[in-house]
């Protein structure tokens, strides 16, 4: 059984930077893609960023080049960092992680930009 625990959410002002992590539980770790959804008031949920085992990244476009998908397989974990943050960016950001055709999900992250 996969557990995947996020922290690292919280209020930040539009502009600021927050950064999230994952731990994961399951093992192998690093033979598994990862990435990062999230669900936004009275949306859906959605892709944000993933990672591959080979460390190749992809990102919605929403997020090129403000987010940053990171993981260190020796930790088990991944990061998103998250800078020049958005409102429209507010959400419960969720770690995912798919494993031999069955998809794990965290229990997610709140994050608010707002003044």
Do not use: H
């Not at 987010?67 to 088990?76: H, L, M, P, Q, V």
């Not at 943050?85 to 031999?100: F, G, H, K, M, W």
């Amino acid at each position: 059984q996969v557990q995947l625990v996020e922290s690292g959410g919280g209020l930040v002002l539009p502009g600021g930077s927050l950064s999230l992590s994952c731990a994961a539980s399951g093992r192998p770790f690093g033979l598994y893609t990862m990435a990062w959804y999230r669900q936004g008031p009275g949306k859906q949920r959605e892709f944000v960023a993933g990672i591959y085992p080979n460390g190749s990244t992809k990102y919605a476009d929403s997020v090129k080049g403000r987010f940053t998908i990171s993981r260190n397989n020796a930790k088990f974990a991944v990061y998103l960092q998250m800078n020049s943050l958005a409102p429209e960016d507010t959400a419960v950001y969720y770690c995912y992680q798919t494993r031999s055709g069955v998809d794990y999900w965290g229990q997610g992250t709140q994050v608010t930009v707002s003044s």
